[in-house]
């Protein structure tokens, strides 16, 4: 087990290693790999590879933060990619909503883990701006943004709108690191409320929630892996809701074979949440890439939810599960397959393995065990 979880965490720097650029964090290594700077991408896997000590990635985490803020919206949209270091058409990608969070999560960490808040100070207008951006999404004026389909990490997949947990909880940690705690309070008030735009069933947090039309509901009713974890890490999630996550995830094994399927279960031809485009990318087939597919950054944040919840020992026993995953050949593949846990193929460049975010969450889940206590 020690010598697993010990390899893999070696392996893992390395991938970050092979991921850094003069201009900032590929998504993933290799000549087909993302070689682009995405911002979820960067911040996710800087929240672990931050932790690595004498300042190892330091130089390319700042980068990362100055390409996107360099390329920020006039009207504080944060880039989702800015697409301009390969032989591909360069151009800068918008069309997110979470690429403006997680770099506001971004630069307090940097701050944070370096001691360091020259950069910070720079670019405080720009997180102010983004800041304002992500309040005027609240078309609803309910204190939870809303957003257009596929806004987020899950850009192809499935068709998804309204309030989403995923975005909720990004938000709420973004309000929380600003010391905005009355707005904070205002949205766990509304993703937690006993009303017809609350997020909260019985078990776990509906993916996505729209409006009502009497009896007609617009909203998903699968389980969404990241933006439940994350609901649990960054304080939207009480105790007891905490505890009926992970309950559910054991309960329907969606931490099996590995951790952990991205959503489940997954959505089948021909019922309410299909749409055709699903067949244009790997999720059109159950069981691959988002469809239920496993996702090991996700898993990481597993791990983090389970120390939240000072399940030390389940915590360790994913984390190796998560090491054996991990180096599968190839090394941080992007995504497994949701029954057999076999690494996915696909045009994405998933073959050439090196995941970023795979890597950097593996550390920090790491780095969380080791310290007993949730990193971020």
């Keep these: 087990m020690e010598e697993v979880i010990e390899s893999c965490y070696k392996k893992a720097i390395e991938a970050v290693t ?26 996710i896997t800087f929240l672990g590879a931050s932790l690595i000590k004498n300042n190892l990635f330091k130089k390319t985490f700042r980068q990362s933060l100055i390409t996107l803020a360099n390329h920020q919206a006039e009207k504080g949209q944060i880039p989702n990619a800015v697409d301009k270091f390969s032989e591909r058409k360069p151009h800068v990608d918008f069309q997110t909503i979470d690429s403006t969070l997680w770099f506001i999560i971004g630069e307090y960490i ?4 370096y001691k360091d ?11 102010e701006r983004g800041h304002l951006w992500i309040t005027y999404q609240d078309i609803g004026n309910d204190f939870m943004p809303e957003q257009l389909p596929t806004a987020d990490w899950q850009d192809a997949f499935p068709h998804r709108y309204g309030h989403t947990i995923n975005t909720q909880a990004l938000y709420n940690k973004v309000l929380i690191l600003m010391n905005r705690k009355k707005e904070s309070k205002k949205l766990n008030d509304a993703v937690n409320g006993n009303h017809d735009y609350a997020l ?28 439940n974890l994350l609901a649990i890490i960054f304080d939207l999630a009480d105790k007891n ?6 309950a559910h995830i054991k309960k329907e094994k969606i931490d099996s074979p590995y951790p952990l399927k ?7 031809q021909g019922t309410k949440d299909w749409q055709d485009y699903f067949l244009d990318c790997e999720a059109g087939i159950p069981y691959h890439y988002l469809n239920g597919g496993i996702w090991t950054y996700i898993g990481g944040f597993y791990v983090l939810a389970l120390l939240k919840a000072k399940k030390f020992k389940e915590a360790e026993y994913q984390l190796e599960q998560l ?32 995941q970023a975010w795979n890597a950097g969450v593996y550390i920090l889940a790491y780095e969380s065990i080791k310290n007993k206590k949730v990193l971020i």
Excluded at 19 to 34: D, I, K
């Design 117 to 127: 808040s020259s950069l910070f100070n720079k670019h405080k207008k720009n997180i």
């Design 200 to 227: 909260w069933n019985e078990n776990y947090y509906y993916p996505w929630r729209w409006k009502n039309h009497n009896s007609y509901h617009e909203r998903g009713e699968w389980f969404d892996s990241l933006g």
């Design 18 to 43: 092979k991921c850094c650029t003069p201009n900032g964090l590929f998504a993933s290594a290799g000549p087909n790999g993302y070689n682009a700077i995405w911002s979820r991408d960067s911040v």
């Design 110 to 113: 940097y701050k944070k883990r």
């Design 241 to 246: 809701k905490t505890e009926k996550i992970l």
């Design 262 to 268: 991205a959503i489940y279960p997954p959505i089948q």
């Design 323 to 354: 090491a054996k995953a991990n180096l599968q050949t190839p090394i941080f593949s992007e995504w497994l397959n949701g029954q057999t846990g076999i690494p996915g193929v696909s045009a994405s460049g998933s073959e050439e393995g090196n």
